[in-house]
């Protein structure tokens, strides 16, 4: 009691008391030094910005880029000069600059991917990239309504994600009122067609 409290007054900070037996054996699976909320702030951080309405999609994310990491750990065991190595390093870095997710073709641009970059790759982010939208709440409201198609077929998830490819046929559905707000916006609305 007043021995603590004097400690604490003089400066020392009094350390919390060793835990007794039976404490250590209940929290032994309990650790004080990292808490869940320190990684949360991360996500959640994350979760605003690329503002993804559902959780279990960043952990989904999450998980992908974590199996990504550990194919690249293996893939980086092999011999060098193993053909299949080779050929599998390929299609990896291939598939995922295909989709988007890494800048350049590069096995070292896999070795740490992180969640984000599939938050980078929702077509509401793309929206705001390629100026279809101002904000990224905006374009999640916007293809939530069902303004926006991705090449022959209407969009309504925000949480599908455009592929390199596909990042050109990103564009307003035909009968859209904004489409027609920006044609007329431009002087090149016609109303063949509108119909």
Not at 6 to 21: E, I
Not at 67 to 76: E, G
Not at 150 to 158: F, H, K, Q
């Amino acid at each position: 009691g007043r021995a603590a409290r004097g400690a604490w007054r003089r400066g020392r900070g009094a350390m919390p008391r060793k835990l007794k037996y039976h404490e250590q054996k209940l929290l032994k699976k309990v650790d004080f030094l990292t808490w869940k909320q320190d990684a949360n702030l991360r996500e959640v951080k994350i979760l605003r910005r690329y503002h993804v309405q559902d959780r279990e999609d960043y952990h989904t994310y999450n998980k992908v880029a974590g199996v990504v990491t550990q194919l690249v750990s293996a893939l980086k065991k092999l011999d060098q000069r193993d053909p299949v190595r080779a050929e599998l390093t390929d299609a990896l870095v291939d598939k995922l600059y295909a989709l988007g997710l890494i800048p350049q073709k590069r096995l070292l641009a896999c070795v740490k991917l992180p969640a984000s970059s599939f938050c980078r790759r929702r077509l509401p982010v793309v929206m705001v990239k390629l100026r279809l939208a101002e904000t990224v709440k905006e374009a999640v409201e916007l293809v939530e309504q069902g303004h926006v198609r991705v090449g022959p077929e209407n969009v309504t998830d925000p949480a599908f994600l455009v592929t390199r490819a596909m990042e050109d046929h990103v564009t307003w559905v035909d009968t859209s009122r904004i489409k027609r707000t920006v044609m007329k916006y431009n002087d090149k609305l016609d109303d063949y067609d509108l119909l």
